[in-house]
């Protein structure tokens, strides 16, 4: 007798979950990357990375079901797209040790769906926590390995993620939805080869991964089938994309993995968050000028050292984003991380910068079994003689971290779309995502952020 295969036990897990059993802070964290992710929608929207993808679905003239945030509307499966898009062109979104990517890659394809059928808040919540669980395990034995070969991991789990949240609300049954697994698996991918060649590449890989995972979703439920062993056969995703035949442990279907979610309050690569947090640390110590620095040494897990670090002279705004050392050169030099310094040409070559830049070793260290992966060791050498250190667990915006408020999420919103969304229209939209679990029907929550803030309730 032949094992279960994995997509079906996934299946299982997904159509089976009662959403009166998710846990109240799977929930609570659903909802935190809803409000997340529409403040980066709106945000994205300011960019002119999201114009072609947004131009693209504008010329479909396709039959208008879902909201494409900034204006029009489209099949749900294209809004998932530039939604998914517009919130992954900030550099800003939700990270996760599993899953790389929550929000962006699943909750565009949420709110798509429970816009097109009009979904009670709990259920679209529920599912944003079946997609999440669905990256995290797929993540499980495979997210650094991805990394270690080029894929990027986000887009690769991500596509299954959209898939899981499309058949939940589709109310595919657990045949429809392994199928639709099957057929995903053909058109997950996605390499990491933008963080030193360039290219805005990477800001359509969460819309694409939700268009895919969306279609798949469809594309079952109209019969088509695909394989079973998508996942665990020999051509499967954990071989092709991890080198392994490593499958999560039991106890890892019993965590809802949607509570490690960690949110970024930097628009840059999450391994440069800790320093950050670190420097504004030591910048709050007796005062420095940037110019004293002799050297910068910056303690990080070996991935990190790997990955953003190794990033020293950007070319384009995701490479600026992806270096650690010129957030570090940004903040020290500028007093500010915005979004807008990120994507300034200007920056990336200003002198100043690129001279701190310069004086940052990265250099690999490990940290206590208990502490966060992403912390970080700081220390800085000033001509005077003095030497500045900070070791930082974790980073604000990591789950447990008490320097993160329930306000820092507002903040971080209202942030995003200032000078986008009129302050009313804003006002309303946190306050239906406060209340979201409780909604009866949430297909009047997208329309504020497309119609330019006409009155809808709940």
Request: with cysteine; net charge negative.
């Amino acid at each position: 007798m032949t094992s279960q295969p994995f997509a079906d036990r996934l299946a299982q897990w997904v159509v089976g979950l009662d959403t009166d059993a998710v846990p109240a802070r799977a929930v609570e964290v659903a909802r935190l990357l809803v409000l997340d992710q529409l403040g980066l929608q709106v945000r994205g929207t300011t960019l002119p990375t999201a114009l072609p993808h947004r131009r693209l679905v504008s010329a479909m003239q396709a039959r208008p079901e879902s909201t494409v945030v900034g204006g029009a509307r489209t099949t749900a499966p294209y809004a998932a797209y530039v939604n998914g898009t517009l919130a992954c062109s900030c550099e800003y979104d939700d990270m996760h040790m599993y899953a790389s990517h929550v929000g962006s890659y699943v909750v565009p394809t949420a709110l798509a769906f429970g816009e097109l059928l009009d979904t009670p808040g709990s259920e679209v919540l529920t599912a944003i926590v079946a997609g999440a669980q669905t990256m995290a395990l797929l993540g499980a034995s495979t997210s650094l390995r991805m990394v270690r070969n080029g894929w990027h991991g986000a887009k690769v789990v991500g596509t299954f993620g959209a898939t899981a949240v499309a058949g939940r609300l589709l109310g595919l049954s657990v045949d429809e939805l392994t199928n639709a697994f099957g057929i995903a698996g053909s058109d997950a991918g996605g390499t990491m080869e933008y963080e030193h060649g360039g290219g805005d590449v990477k800001r359509m890989h969460a819309g694409s991964a939700g268009r895919n995972g969306a279609q798949a979703a469809l594309l079952a439920r109209d019969g088509l089938t695909g394989p079973a062993t998508i996942i665990d056969g020999d051509r499967g995703f954990l071989r092709m994309f991890g080198d392994t035949d490593e499958q999560p442990p039991a106890s890892a279907w019993e965590h809802f993995h949607i509570v490690d979610t960690m949110f970024r309050m930097y628009p840059a690569i999450g391994s440069a968050a800790p320093a950050l947090d670190a420097a504004r640390r030591l910048r709050g110590q007796p005062t420095f000028d940037w110019h004293d620095i002799t050297e910068i040494r910056l303690g990080l897990p070996a991935f990190a050292v790997a990955h953003g670090a190794s990033v020293t002279r950007p070319t384009d705004g995701v490479s600026a984003q992806f270096s650690t050392g010129f957030s570090l050169g940004l903040y020290l030099t500028r007093g500010t991380n915005r979004i807008a310094d990120y994507l300034e040409p200007r920056l990336w070559r200003d002198e100043d910068i690129l001279s701190l830049v310069d004086r940052v070793t990265p250099y690999a260290t490990e940290f206590p079994a208990d502490w966060p992966p992403l912390s970080c060791r700081l220390e800085i050498a000033l001509q005077d003689g003095r030497a500045l250190s900070h070791t930082q667990r974790g980073f604000r915006g990591y789950p447990g971290n008490e320097a993160t408020t329930d306000s820092d999420f507002t903040t971080k919103f209202h942030e995003n779309v200032e000078g986008v969304l009129p302050r009313e229209v804003a006002d309303r939209v946190v306050d239906l995502v406060h209340r979201f679990d409780h909604a009866d029907r949430v297909g009047a929550l997208m329309p504020l952020l497309g119609s330019g803030g006409d009155e809808v309730h709940l």
